[in-house]
C-alpha cells in the first residue's frame, strides 16, 4: 500500500493547488464580470449582455473546483467528524466506508457525463453539451458543462488518496496546514 | 405510462399551454395509454427537461421555443418581428409548408421531436411605466427589458435601449427605473401583479406568444403503429383545443383597463413604421437568411 | 432491497463521511433499489442546472466581501462605533455586542463569521471590564444570528435560488426582522444588565465621538452601498456583492489590515466554503429528482390535506421541523434538502414566497444557537473557552426571546412585507 500511496498523494497535492488555482480564478473572473456589468450600465450607459452569464459560468467552475478542494481539505460538514481520528483496523474500515460512498455517488456522474443510457459515447452528458451553444457567449455549452464530472474524478483522486495513506499507516494530512 | 411535464399552473382558463397539455393527456387517457401530468418545475427547468426527453427518460415535456434553438435555429422563424399575421398562418407554415418536418429533421438526431407549437395568448405588445407609445418616435428613451442581444438589437432599431434582468427581477427593475418595459403577452403583468407599476401598453402585434410541446424520439419511435397513431390524434385534438382557447382570449385588454393600464391601439401606419423598423431582426445571428426563406416559402404568400 | 438505503446510509454517515457524500451516494443507491437505475443517465445535467443558477452568483460574492471584511480590520472601527453610540448605557458593552452585529449584519451575510470575529475581539474587552466570560460568549452567541437576517443574506440569497425568489425582495424582507430581533435582544441585555449590575463604559473610556465616526465611515458606506444600492434598483444583488468587494478591499487598504496574503487566503477561503455548499447542492439534485419520481410533492400535499392541518396548523408544523434540522443539520444541507419538498405546499396554502423564505431563515438561525449542533455556539465555544454545554444553558433565555420574535413574525407577515411591497414586489 505504501508504495501506492506515495505516488497518489503527490498527484493529489497537485490536483488540490491546481484546482485551487483555478477555483480563485474563476472567482476572480466572477467578480470582475459583475464588477464591469456595473460599470458598463453606468459609466459607459452600455449594458454588456454577455458579462451576467459569463460570471454564472464562472461560478459554475468555481463551485466545482471548490468542491474538489473542500473535499481534499475536509472542509465539508461532517456530522461525526470524531469516526475520521479512529485508526488501526477500525480506523481503515471506516476508510473504506467513506471511499464506497464517495464512489457510489461520482462514479454515476462521471459515467453518465461520458456515455447516456445506451453506452453511446457520443450521446453521454457532454457529448450532448458540445451539440449545444452558451445564451450569450459565442461558444459550446461543454465549455461549463465538463466542469461538474472533471470536479467528480478529482474528488475521487482525493478519496483513493486519502485511503491508500490511511492504509499504508499513515493519517492524511491537511493540504492547508502543510504550506502554511 | 407517458409523463408529461407541465411548465405553467394547471389552469384552464389562464394558461394556453396547460389546454394544450390536458387535452393531450386526456386524448390518450381515454385512447388506453396511460399519461400522467407532472407539475411545473417538478421534474426540472427548462434544460433538464429538455435533457430528459432527449435521452428518452421523460416522454412529453412542454418548453420553450429557444430549448430546441440551442440545436438549430430555424425554430427562431416563429420570433421573426412582423412575419406572421395570425396563428392560422403560423399553422399553415407548420403544416401545409413542412416547417415542423424540417425543424424536426434537425433535432430528432438529438432525440427530441417537436410535437406541436402551442399559442399561449395574445400576440407580444409592447408595456412600459412611462408613456404611451403610439409610434416608433416614442420609443426614444425606453430602457426595454431584453432576452437576449437580438431583441436589444430590436429594441435599438426602434430608438430605444435594452438590459438583460432576469425574471425574478424584473418587478423591481421596472420600479426602479433599471428598465422602464418589456414585450410580453398581454396577460403577463396581470398574472405577475405587475399593474401596479406597468401603466401602458401598446397593441403592437409584434409576434404571436408560442410554446412548443416536445417529446422523446426514441419513445415516438419505439410505439407501436397503433399507438403512435393515437398519439398523433391527441396532438390534433391538443392543437384544436389549444387554438379554440385562444379565440376566448380577447378579454384580456379589457381586465389591463380595469387594473388601471392604459391601452393603445396602433393605428395602421403606426404598425407600418413599427413592421419597417423591425428589419433589422432580419439580419441578427438570430437566425439565417436561407432559414428565413424557408419560413417565407412555407408561408405561401 | 428499499429498506437497505437508510441503513446504507446511517453506515455512511457514521463513518464520517461528509454529510454531501453521504447523500449523493445513498440517492444513487436508491435510484437501483427502486428499479430507477436508468434515470441516473441525467444526473449530470441535474447537478449543472441546480448550481448553474442566476440567483446564486451573489453567494460567492458575498462571501468573499465577508471574509477581506475580517481580515481588513473593519470589526474593530464597528465596535467602536457600537461604543460611542450605545457604550453609556448600565450593560453597556452588552448592547455594544448586540450593535455591533447589526453593523457587521449589513456587510456580511454569514451568523458563523460574526460569531467569530465577535469572539475574538469583543468577548475578552468584556471579561476584562467586569463581565463573566459566560456571559459575553453568550450574548455573542445569541446576537449572531442577526447577521443573515438582516441583508446581505447567505442563506435568503440559498432560498432565492432554490424558490425562484427575487433575493432583492427577500432582502427588504429581512430588514425589519433583523431589527427587532436586534431589539429584542438590547431589551433582555438591558433587564440582565439591571439585576446582575452590568457596568457602563466609563467616560474617560469612551472613543472620541467624531473621530470615531469618521473612522467607521468606509466600514458603514458597505451596507449602505449594498442596501441602498439594492433597493433603490442601482444594482442587482450580484452586482451589488461585486461592488461590496471592491469597497471591502478598499475598507481593508483604509484600515491598512488587509494584507496580499489575506486577499489570497479570503479568495482560497471563497472557493472551498462555495465549493461545500455546492457539493450539498448538487447531492441534493439527485435524491430531488427520485422524490419527482415517486411523486413525493403529491403525496405531501396529500397528507397535510388529509391530517385537517389547515394553513396556520402546517405553518407551525413547517417551523417545527426547520428548528429542529436546524439544530442538527448544517443550514445548507436543510435549505436544499427541505425548501423544494416542504415550501410548495406552504404557498399553495396561501403563504407569501417571501414572508416563508424570512420565517424559515429565522427557524435555521435559531438552531444555529441550540444544542445539540448549533454551529454559533460551536465558534464562540472553541475561540472562548467557555464549554460547549454552559454555553447551552446560558443561552437558553435569549433562545427564547428569539422564538418570541419568530413568533410575532409569523404572526405578522406585515413586518416582513411592508418593505417588499413598498418597493414594489406584490404579494402578500
Ligand atoms: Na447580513
Ligand atoms: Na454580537
Not at chain 1, 462521471?110 to 445506451?118: A, K
Not at chain 2, 403610439?134 to 435599438?156: N, P
Not at chain 2, 401583479?193 to 417529446?215: C, E, M, Q, V
Not at chain 3, 449590575?197 to 465621538?209: G, K
Amino acid at each position: 500500500m505504501g508504495t501506492l500511496a506515495r505516488p497518489l498523494d503527490a498527484l493529489s497535492l497537485f490536483l488540490f493547488r491546481l484546482a485551487l488555482i483555478g477555483a480563485v480564478a474563476a472567482v476572480l473572473v466572477m467578480v470582475f464580470s459583475a464588477g464591469w456589468q456595473v460599470i458598463a450600465r453606468y459609466a459607459l450607459n452600455a449594458p454588456p449582455i454577455w458579462t451576467e452569464e459569463l460570471a454564472r459560468r464562472a461560478m459554475v467552475w468555481a463551485g466545482m473546483l471548490g468542491a474538489s478542494c473542500a473535499f481534499r481539505a475536509q472542509a465539508d460538514p461532517v456530522l461525526f467528524p470524531k469516526a475520521r481520528d479512529v485508526t488501526g483496523a477500525a480506523g481503515n474500515a471506516l476508510a473504506l466506508v467513506r471511499l464506497v460512498g464517495v464512489i457510489l455517488f461520482s462514479a454515476p456522474v462521471i459515467w453518465f457525463s461520458l456515455f447516456d443510457g445506451r453506452m453511446n459515447i457520443a450521446r453521454g452528458f457532454l457529448g450532448r453539451s458540445a451539440m449545444r451553444q452558451a445564451e450569450m457567449l459565442d461558444v459550446p455549452m461543454i465549455w461549463f458543462t465538463v466542469a461538474v464530472p472533471l470536479a467528480f474524478v478529482i474528488i475521487i483522486i482525493h478519496a483513493l488518496s486519502e485511503t491508500a495513506t490511511r492504509l499504508s499507516g499513515q493519517m492524511p494530512v491537511s493540504p492547508l496546514k502543510s504550506e502554511g | 405510462e407517458i409523463k408529461i411535464a407541465l411548465d405553467s399552473p394547471a389552469d384552464l382558463e389562464g394558461s394556453g399551454s396547460y389546454v394544450w397539455a390536458n387535452a393531450f393527456s386526456t386524448y390518450l387517457n381515454e385512447h388506453g395509454l396511460e399519461a400522467e401530468e407532472y407539475q411545473r418545475g417538478a421534474l426540472g427547468g427548462d434544460d433538464e427537461l429538455f435533457d430528459q426527453v432527449s435521452q428518452g427518460l421523460l416522454e412529453v415535456s412542454m418548453s420553450p421555443l429557444g430549448i430546441v434553438g440551442s440545436i438549430d435555429k430555424l425554430i427562431y422563424g416563429m420570433r421573426l418581428p412582423y412575419f406572421f399575421e395570425s396563428m392560422e398562418e403560423v399553422d399553415r407554415a407548420l403544416y401545409e409548408g413542412g416547417m415542423l418536418e424540417k425543424i424536426n429533421a434537425a433535432t430528432t438526431p438529438e432525440g427530441v421531436r417537436v410535437l406541436a407549437v402551442d399559442s399561449v395568448g395574445p400576440d407580444l405588445g409592447i408595456f412600459n411605466t412611462k408613456k404611451p407609445v403610439t409610434s416608433v418616435a416614442d420609443m426614444e428613451g425606453l430602457r426595454m427589458r431584453a432576452l437576449d442581444e437580438s431583441q436589444i438589437a430590436l429594441y435599438e432599431a426602434w430608438g430605444a435601449s435594452g438590459t438583460i434582468v432576469s425574471w425574478a427581477e424584473v418587478p423591481n427593475a421596472l420600479q426602479t427605473g433599471v428598465a422602464d418595459g418589456y414585450l410580453n403577452p398581454s396577460f403577463v403583468p396581470l398574472l405577475f401583479g405587475h399593474t401596479d407599476f406597468i401603466k401602458h401598453f401598446t397593441t403592437a402585434n409584434i409576434t404571436p406568444s408560442l410554446r412548443i410541446a416536445i417529446a422523446s424520439e426514441d419513445w415516438y419511435q419505439g410505439l407501436s403503429d397503433e399507438d403512435r397513431a393515437i398519439v398523433d390524434d391527441a396532438v390534433k385534438a391538443a392543437d384544436a383545443a389549444n387554438r379554440e382557447w385562444l379565440k376566448g382570449q380577447d378579454g384580456v385588454i379589457a381586465k389591463l383597463e380595469e387594473a388601471g393600464v392604459a391601452v393603445v391601439e396602433l393605428s395602421d401606419e403606426a404598425r407600418a413604421e413599427f413592421r419597417e423598423a423591425s428589419q433589422v431582426a432580419y439580419e441578427s445571428d438570430l437566425i439565417s437568411k436561407e432559414q428565413i426563406a424557408e419560413w417565407e416559402a412555407a408561408k405561401g404568400n | 432491497m428499499i429498506a437497505l438505503v437508510p441503513i446504507a446510509a446511517l453506515v455512511l454517515l457514521l463513518s464520517g463521511l461528509a454529510i454531501a457524500y453521504v447523500i449523493g451516494g445513498s440517492a444513487v443507491l436508491a435510484y437501483v433499489a427502486m428499479d430507477h437505475t436508468r434515470y441516473l443517465a441525467i444526473l449530470p445535467q441535474q447537478i449543472f442546472s441546480k448550481i448553474d443558477v442566476f440567483a446564486l452568483m451573489a453567494m460567492p460574492l458575498f462571501i468573499l466581501a465577508g471574509e477581506l471584511m475580517n481580515r481588513g480590520g473593519i470589526t474593530a472601527a464597528l465596535i467602536n462605533l457600537s461604543m460611542a453610540m450605545v457604550g453609556r448605557l448600565r450593560g453597556g458593552l452588552g448592547h455594544v455586542n448586540v450593535l455591533t452585529s447589526v453593523f457587521f449584519a449589513g456587510i456580511s451575510g454569514s451568523a458563523v463569521a460574526d460569531a467569530a470575529a465577535l469572539s475574538n475581539t469583543l468577548v475578552p474587552e468584556m471579561q476584562r471590564r467586569g463581565y463573566t466570560l459566560t456571559y459575553a460568549s453568550t450574548i455573542t452567541a445569541a446576537s449572531s444570528i442577526i447577521g443573515p437576517i438582516v441583508p446581505p443574506s447567505i442563506i435568503l440569497i440559498f432560498y432565492g435560488a432554490l424558490m425562484g425568489t427575487s433575493v432583492t425582495a427577500l432582502f427588504l424582507a429581512g430588514i425589519l426582522p433583523g431589527l427587532l430581533l436586534a431589539a429584542a435582544l438590547i431589551a433582555l441585555n438591558a433587564i440582565y444588565a439591571a439585576r446582575q449590575q452590568h457596568p457602563r463604559v466609563e467616560r474617560e473610556d469612551m472613543p472620541p465621538l467624531l473621530p470615531t465616526i469618521a473612522r467607521s465611515l468606509p466600514a458603514l458606506s458597505l451596507p449602505i452601498i449594498i442596501l441602498g444600492g439594492i433597493v433603490l434598483g442601482w444594482m442587482t444583488p450580484t452586482e451589488a456583492a461585486a461592488v461590496a468587494v471592491f469597497v471591502a478591499m478598499g475598507a481593508g487598504w483604509f484600515y491598512s489590515g488587509l494584507t496580499l496574503r489575506g486577499i489570497a487566503e479570503s479568495l482560497q477561503r471563497t472557493a472551498m466554503l462555495s465549493g461545500s455548499i455546492f457539493i450539498i447542492i448538487c447531492a441534493v439534485s439527485a435524491l430531488g429528482h427520485l422524490g419527482a419520481l415517486e411523486r413525493l410533492p403529491e403525496s405531501i400535499s396529500a397528507a397535510v390535506t388529509s391530517l385537517g392541518l389547515g394553513p396556520v396548523g402546517y405553518m407551525l408544523v413547517l417551523n417545527v421541523i426547520f428548528i429542529v434540522a436546524g439544530m442538527v443539520l448544517d443550514i445548507p444541507v436543510a435549505l436544499a434538502l427541505l425548501v423544494p419538498l416542504l415550501a410548495p405546499v406552504a404557498l399553495a396554502n396561501g403563504a407569501d414566497p417571501v414572508h416563508l423564505g424570512i420565517v424559515l431563515c429565522f427557524n435555521l438561525c435559531i438552531g444555529l444557537v441550540s444544542p445539540p449542533m448549533g454551529g454559533c455556539l460551536l465558534v464562540v465555544s472553541a475561540v472562548t473557552g467557555v464549554s460547549y454545554w454552559t454555553l447551552a444553558r446560558a443561552i437558553l433565555p435569549f433562545v427564547l426571546v428569539e422564538i418570541v420574535v419568530l413568533g410575532i413574525l409569523i404572526a405578522f407577515p406585515q413586518i416582513s412585507l411592508f418593505l417588499p411591497q413598498y418597493f414594489g414586489f406584490a404579494g402578500g
